[in-house]
């Protein structure tokens, strides 16, 4: 070998034919993708669809969740009853491993909670698939072996390389990342950087359990919630219930038409309900709406906190309070893929075919066109962000969607690319989310949370809805 720039030069040379019975030569101790497992990053409802795919296609993989139970960010939301009823938060490859195995179906029509979620389906699920989900497994980081992102040369012939916070390896042939956005929400200033002494401040992250274990963290105290999404409404109609407790509501629209959403034309009864019901709160004086509020500048003063708004034209508004909850919505976090060739729209971070479908200045959820493994491909070949994670931050993700996306994927991984193209969708358009449309659309659609599996409902059971006629596009 020769030295040159940029290292060594190998200089051909011509290899004797291996004798039988002789060790491999170093070439052949390389492995092959092909041989490897696929390996899903996170075990919630789209995650463990995708495992249902591959098994039933009988692709070899592995599941790492980094919480100690699968669907770790659904239980965080336990509480919550979704929108959709169970008939429409079922996976299909899902449901014919669970039925052949004797599993029986919960009641269709019924909105169950996301612990019912787990305990009903996704445990189950992963009960089924043969020790091959592990939790406690955190991924810190995807490479491909022994390439960093600059090298080029048969890359596309190289394994994955998957490491853990452990510092376990583990090589994979491709990669379905479903790690969702529930541990990157966004910040509470307006402006998308954090507000002045913001991180000097507790803030609790959407969806508390206000009425359960975080009962006492409000109970007859002063809160704002700030966002206009489905995770805020959730957490002031809760809030709401507790007596001589004291809720501030505070948007940067001018008025709260999209978090009211459909009312009684919605597809999914239970969500317009949710819009209805907020409205004559806030229309009874319950609670307190703050428009055009640009969080700016948080300062304490001993247990109480000024939360101070300042709008483009520079006016400002204040609002004392003894607690904060920001569902301001979430955004990925791409760190751990940092040495992959990823091709990011610059605007919403989901890949750039697909950003143009999901925009949330042009599209609800219920208008994001059908899409799949063509539009979810980046550079890096073998690698897809499934799921929440996909749509960057974009708040139209929708379940239905997800599982459809990991349907796509599988089938292109197994070599069925006629099925990975046949992607289809069917999604209503009233009440579901909006960001930036024209008024009269906004007077009849809802904005959707960026929780991954979809948009919640008030943590008590609606007893008075009836879910048979649901959409069920929101899981």
């Known amino acids: 070998m020769s030295g040159g720039c940029c290292g060594p030069v190998a200089v051909s040379v011509e290899q004797p034919a291996p004798q039988v019975g002789a060790a491999p030569q170093p070439r052949d101790l390389a492995p092959r993708p092909g041989d490897l497992p696929v390996v899903v990053i996170g075990a919630g409802p789209v995650g463990l669809a995708a495992a249902a795919h591959l098994a039933e296609r009988d692709l070899d993989f592995v599941v790492l969740e980094a919480g100690e139970q699968v669907g770790a960010s659904v239980a965080q939301w336990g509480h919550v009853r979704v929108f959709s009823p169970w008939k429409f938060n079922i996976d299909a490859a899902a449901r014919r491993l669970l039925e052949a195995d004797g599993w029986t179906a919960p009641d269709p029509d019924w909105l169950p909670t996301g612990a019912e979620l787990i305990d009903d389906y996704l445990a189950p699920l992963a009960k089924l698939l043969d020790g091959r989900v592990r939790t406690g497994a955190k991924v810190s980081a995807i490479s491909r072996l022994g390439y960093d992102r600059v090298r080029t040369h048969g890359r596309e012939d190289t394994p994955f390389l998957v490491r853990l916070d452990s510092g376990e390896e583990l090589r994979a042939r491709a990669i379905i990342d479903a790690s969702g956005t529930y541990n990157a929400p966004n910040v509470l200033g307006a402006s998308g950087i954090p507000a002045h002494g913001e991180d000097t401040v507790f803030v609790d992250h959407a969806l508390p359990d206000v009425l359960g274990a975080d009962r006492e963290r409000y109970a007859g105290k002063h809160t704002l919630v700030v966002g206009a999404g489905h995770s805020a409404a959730t957490t002031l109609l809760a809030l709401a219930q507790l007596e001589d407790t004291r809720i501030t509501w505070a948007i940067r629209a001018g008025g709260a038409a999209r978090t009211y959403g459909g009312g009684a034309a919605d597809a999914l009864p239970a969500r317009g309900a949710l819009g209805t019901r907020l409205r004559a709160h806030v229309e009874s004086g319950r609670i307190t709406l703050l428009t055009g509020f640009f969080t700016h500048s948080i300062t304490t003063d001993g247990p109480q906190v000024t939360v101070i708004s300042r709008d483009p034209s520079g006016a400002e508004q204040a609002v004392t309070v003894d607690a904060i909850v920001s569902a301001t919505g979430y955004r990925p976090d791409h760190s751990i893929a940092s040495e992959l060739r990823l091709d990011l729209d610059p605007v919403l971070g989901s890949t750039r075919a697909l950003a143009p479908l999901i925009d949330p200045n042009a599209h609800s959820c219920g208008t ?75 007077q009849r659609v809802g904005l959707a949370t960026g929780i991954s599996g979809g948009l919640l409902s008030t943590p008590l059971p609606l007893v008075e809805v009836s879910a048979s006629d649901g959409g069920g596009c929101c899981g």
């Open 368 to 442: 994001v066109p059908a899409h799949g493994v063509d539009e979810l491909a980046h550079p890096e070949a073998g690698y897809y962000a499934v799921g929440v994670k996909s749509y960057g931050r974009a708040p139209t993700f929708l379940m239905a969607t997800g599982y459809e996306q990991v349907r796509s994927v599988v089938a292109a991984l197994a070599g069925d690319w006629e099925a990975a193209r046949d992607v289809r969708l069917e999604l209503p358009e009233t009440g579901v989310c909006s960001s930036n449309l024209a008024e009269a659309q906004e």
